[in-house]
């Protein structure tokens, strides 16, 4: 192509049999995603998003769009879900105090439920259930810790973490996704 | 001054030890008492509240509560993650008594209860509020004035500003004070408010180590001698992150960081093997020089 050329690019014409117009709802209904009905698509959480400045793909007015929208499955299976840093610096310049950051997150967690989370979160959250550790303990850390002066890491409260994972059913969902899928 | 229940969490007290060597090397002198949580677990962070609410706010609720049972009212912690997430676990566990009911019916499978009444504090800020910028300017035995340092505060510590309580501007932070308290410089320079992708290089190294990229580029030419930060998870993205970012953008950026406690350390006269700076991967030695 020449430059000064218009380039047509034809997308996908988004389609309502497709939509499902209750997901705003779902996602409203959560203590996290109350208030993503009060967007108006202005986009200012999208300008000073430092991901999106990077990278083109995670756009936080599009994915707030698609929810408004219906476009369910294409937001819960994308990986542009995923990507917010949860900065946060969206949630203090909204106009509409639509909580973004909290709202990917609510939608985070019906996209966990569904089996479409990323490995390394669910991983992860393997960890913190075995261990009471966010990341894995090894020995050299505690040796570092002793050349420092400082005493051994603490023992974690392992079984009241799995006794909480099995009253809230997070552990189920943890160790049962990968058969499910 | 009254005593503080210390929350660690993970990232301090196993990737980062030199910041608990210092905050502990420092709390006495300023007339801080620390007293030691025991059976706690992880905060259940962002990545986890990404997962499941609930249980994130059960596992902080269930921390919270063992704030109580010592008979203290505040948890002090050197986190951003650990002080934003359980911030925001107090604050709805607080206004929502209906979802405090809920967890609490969670939390008695554990036998433990969360009242509602702890109060979840950044180090930083009960070194600005309770030791105050007078008593650390006392405290300096080093001379600093020559040093400019760039902050990182880390993006949980003031955001969302709604949960965190702490104001902010691109112009000004407390933490800018608790620098020149130091006798250093606190230089303004461009983004220095903005994330470093930490919480990403679980989920996308090339889009982590861009943002930490962008980050470094920014700092350098802010002309400093080092980088400061409060957040365990930045010194991470900026110590070892910036070796990572050095060899695969094959660039040299040699930007010294150091936690606040640690440049507290230094001011009141610990030397660098006391405090256990070997262990950082970017090495200080042009800023312990220029303050010796």
């Known amino acids: 192509m020449r430059r000064g050329d218009i380039e047509i690019t034809l997308k996908e014409p988004i389609r309502s049999k497709d939509l499902d117009?209750?997901?705003k709802y779902e996602?409203?209904?959560?203590?996290?995603?109350?208030?993503?009905?009060?967007?108006?698509?202005?986009?200012?959480?999208?300008?000073?998003?430092?991901?999106?400045?990077?990278t083109d793909i995670y756009k936080p007015r599009q994915i707030i769009a698609e929810v408004l929208l219906g476009m369910r499955r294409d937001v819960l299976t994308g990986d542009p879900l995923w990507l917010c840093a949860t900065c946060y610096t969206c949630d203090d310049i909204c106009a509409q105090k639509v909580n973004i950051g909290d709202v990917i997150v609510a939608i985070r967690n019906i996209a966990f439920r569904e089996g479409y989370a990323p490995k390394s979160l669910v991983e992860q959250a393997k960890i913190l259930l075995e261990s009471g550790w966010i990341l894995k303990t090894t020995a050299s850390m505690d040796k570092k810790r002793e050349e420092l002066g400082l005493s051994r890491l603490p023992k974690k409260a392992v079984e009241d973490l799995q006794k909480i994972a099995k009253s809230t059913g997070f552990d189920k969902l943890i160790y049962m996704k990968e058969e499910e899928k | 001054m009254k005593d503080f229940a210390l929350y660690l969490g993970c990232l301090t007290p196993t990737r980062v030890p030199s910041y608990e060597v210092a905050l502990r090397k420092t709390s006495e002198k300023m007339g801080l008492r620390?007293?030691?949580m025991e059976n706690t677990t992880c905060c259940s962070p962002m990545s986890i509240l990404s997962l499941d609410y609930f249980t994130t706010l059960s596992i902080g609720a269930r921390n919270l509560a063992i704030v109580e049972e010592m008979g203290l009212d505040?948890?002090?912690?050197?986190?951003?993650?650990?002080?934003?997430?359980l911030k925001k676990a107090a604050a709805i566990l607080r206004n929502y008594p209906e979802t405090l009911e809920q967890v609490n019916e969670i939390l008695?499978?554990?036998?433990?209860?969360?009242?509602?009444?702890?109060?979840?504090?950044?180090?930083?800020?009960?070194y600005y509020d309770e030791v105050g910028v007078d008593k650390i300017k006392e405290l300096m035995v080093k001379p600093f004035d020559s040093l400019r340092i760039g902050i990182r505060p880390g993006c949980h510590l003031m955001k969302p500003t709604a949960i965190t309580g702490i104001d902010y501007s691109e112009r000004y932070v407390f933490l800018d004070d608790l620098i020149k308290a130091t006798g250093a410089e606190s230089v303004y320079y461009k983004h220095r408010f903005r994330c470093c992708g930490g919480l990403l290089r679980n989920v996308s190294e090339e889009v982590?180590?861009?943002?930490?990229?962008?980050?470094?580029?920014e700092l350098k030419k802010g002309d400093i001698d080092c980088a400061v930060t409060v957040c365990p998870l930045c010194f991470l993205q900026y110590d070892l992150g910036?070796?990572?970012?050095?060899?695969?953008?094959?660039?040299?950026?040699?930007?010294?960081?150091?936690?606040?406690?640690e440049l507290l350390g230094l001011g009141m006269g610990l030397s660098a093997e006391e405090l256990g700076l070997k262990t950082h991967r970017v090495k200080l030695d042009s800023v312990l020089e220029k303050i010796s």
């Open chain 1, 27 to 54: 996602i409203a209904n959560t203590y996290l995603g109350r208030n993503i009905q009060a967007c108006f698509r202005c986009g200012a959480c999208t300008g000073e998003c430092p991901v999106g400045i990077l």
């Open chain 2, 208 to 217: 982590t180590e861009g943002m930490l990229r962008e980050r470094l580029i």
């Open chain 1, 21 to 23: 117009p209750g997901f």
């Open chain 2, 242 to 261: 910036q070796k990572l970012v050095e060899r695969k953008f094959k660039e040299k950026y040699n930007i010294p960081i150091l936690i606040y406690s």
């Open chain 2, 34 to 36: 620390f007293i030691e």
């Open chain 2, 108 to 126: 008695a499978t554990v036998d433990k209860e969360y009242k509602g009444t702890v109060e979840v504090r950044h180090l930083s800020k009960v």
């Open chain 2, 74 to 85: 505040t948890m002090v912690t050197p986190c951003n993650g650990c002080f934003e997430g």
